[in-house]
């Protein structure tokens, strides 16, 4: 695989596009439902912040899901270019087949033997499928 045709501009364009869908997905759009599959609340959560070790402190978190993003822009940035896919409707179909075949099994496999709600691997997935749509489809049409 190589890394000589990343377009640095697309990259960090889909890496704030993916950050920003986690963003809404897990506050607008589906909080609520998320929260349900975890068996938590907000108040929960927000106890367990306030008195958590700095590292699952929020910024920390955040700042762990922008590198993640990151990560995975570059890395479909460079599949695109290496499978002759850089183009809009190439960014859609690698990015699919990417969260079909590594994604969505990992995550039910694990949310599974976790013995977690389905919906949690619902909710979950979902959010990778439309992050890696729009990374695949951003980064593609940067070609």
Same mark, same amino acid.
């Given at each position: 695989?190589?890394? &000589?045709?990343?377009?640095?501009?697309?990259?960090?364009?889909?890496? =704030?596009?993916?950050?920003? =869908?986690? *963003?809404?997905?897990?506050? /607008?759009?589906?909080?609520?439902?998320?929260? #349900?599959?975890?068996?938590? &609340?907000?108040?929960?959560?927000?106890?367990?912040? &306030?008195?958590?070790?700095?590292?699952?402190?929020?910024? =920390?978190?955040?700042?762990? +899901?922008?590198?993640?993003?990151?990560?995975?822009? @570059?890395?479909? +940035? *460079?599949?695109?270019?290496?499978?002759?896919?850089? &183009?809009?409707?190439?960014?859609?179909?690698?990015?699919?087949?990417?969260?079909?075949?590594?994604?969505?099994?990992?995550?039910?496999?694990?949310?599974?033997?976790?013995?977690?709600?389905?919906?949690?691997? /619902?909710?979950?997935?979902?959010?990778?499928?439309?992050?890696?749509? @729009?990374?695949? #489809?951003? @980064?593609?049409?940067?070609?």
């Amino acid at each position: 695989m190589s890394f &000589s045709g990343v377009n640095i501009v697309a990259v960090i364009i889909a890496t =704030v596009a993916g950050f920003g =869908v986690g *963003a809404l997905w897990y506050s /607008v759009l589906f909080s609520r439902q998320w929260m #349900a599959a975890m068996g938590t &609340s907000e108040a929960e959560i927000q106890a367990r912040r &306030s008195g958590a070790a700095p590292s699952t402190q929020l910024p =920390v978190l955040l700042g762990g +899901s922008l590198v993640g993003n990151l990560i995975m822009a @570059v890395i479909l +940035s *460079a599949l695109l270019h290496s499978l002759g896919a850089a &183009s809009f409707g190439g960014g859609l179909g690698v990015g699919f087949l990417v969260w079909l075949g590594f994604v969505i099994t990992v995550m039910a496999v694990n949310n599974s033997f976790g013995m977690r709600k389905p919906m949690l691997t /619902v909710v979950d997935g979902g959010h990778w499928l439309v992050v890696l749509l @729009v990374m695949g #489809a951003i @980064v593609g049409a940067f070609g």
